[in-house]
């Protein structure tokens, strides 16, 4: 059963185009929300979170929205540069604020190709 | 500050024998999480360590267990490798804060032939 989906397995954008990647999840538990990029033979990189207290979160050229009615939740990448190139997972995870990290539940990723 | 480190980066094992890979936490950082990473079926969570203790752990057999140290250092032990067990091993940690953001290292390639 995923959890969390990324019914996108690849985009291509242009540099200095929007980015778009979009996250659907199905628990209803789910209550803090992280995007992380992802070069091959590296761990994934944390880019940005949202609460679901919150529905965006901006850092940088980085915006995350959360719908949570929808259950679903996008990173928007503007502009869009070549080094943006990566994959892209989506994870979510619940109990924020025990003090400690809860388990991260992942999507399955989006390929992001920014093309020149 | 020193990012979350791993090690061996690459290991190479036969059925039937067991490895221990090992993590180093971001310094100050007590929490640290495992996570297995294949092409099938993408991350998924092993456990978390907080304080020397096993606080959260995933769908995995009893083959693959974990510890933490008191300096927050944490190894996993798989046990009985199976061909199956090739992935890449993901440690990260994050502060005690009730921040969830999670800091990876670089991961343990670990075939197993």
């Known amino acids: 059963d995923q959890q969390v989906k990324q019914n996108s397995p690849s985009l291509s954008v242009q540099e200095g185009r929007i980015s778009i990647l979009n996250c659907d999840y199905t628990?209803?538990?789910?209550?803090?929300f992280l995007w992380y990029k992802k070069y091959p033979a590296e761990g994934p990189t944390f880019l940005i979170s949202?609460?679901?207290?919150?529905d965006k979160n901006e850092d940088g050229r980085f915006t995350v929205f959360l719908n949570k009615s929808a259950k679903h939740l996008s990173l928007h990448i503007v502009p869009s540069q070549p080094g943006d190139s990566a994959v892209y997972f989506c994870a979510a995870t619940s109990a924020v604020g025990t003090g400690t990290a809860s388990k991260l539940t992942f999507g399955t990723g989006t390929r992001l190709q920014v093309t020149l | 500050k020193a990012g979350v480190t791993q090690t061996p980066r690459y290991l190479i094992k036969t059925r039937g024998q067991q490895v221990t890979l090992s993590c180093s936490p971001i310094s100050g950082h007590r929490s640290v999480s495992w996570y297995q990473q294949t092409p099938g079926q993408g991350l998924q969570f092993l456990f978390e360590?907080?304080?020397?203790?096993?606080?959260n752990k995933g769908n995995f057999p009893g083959r693959f267990s974990g510890r933490q140290f008191s300096n927050s250092r944490s190894e996993m032990n798989v046990s009985t490798l199976e061909l199956g067990d090739s992935a890449l091993y993901l440690c990260?940690?994050?502060?005690?804060?009730?921040?969830?953001?999670?800091?990876f290292g670089p991961g343990t390639r670990l075939t197993v032939t």
């Open positions: 949202i609460s679901s207290i919150k």
């Open positions: 360590y907080f304080s020397e203790t096993q606080r």
């Open positions: 990260a940690s994050s502060s005690r804060v009730g921040r969830n953001e999670q800091y």
């Open positions: 628990n209803s538990m789910f209550d803090y």
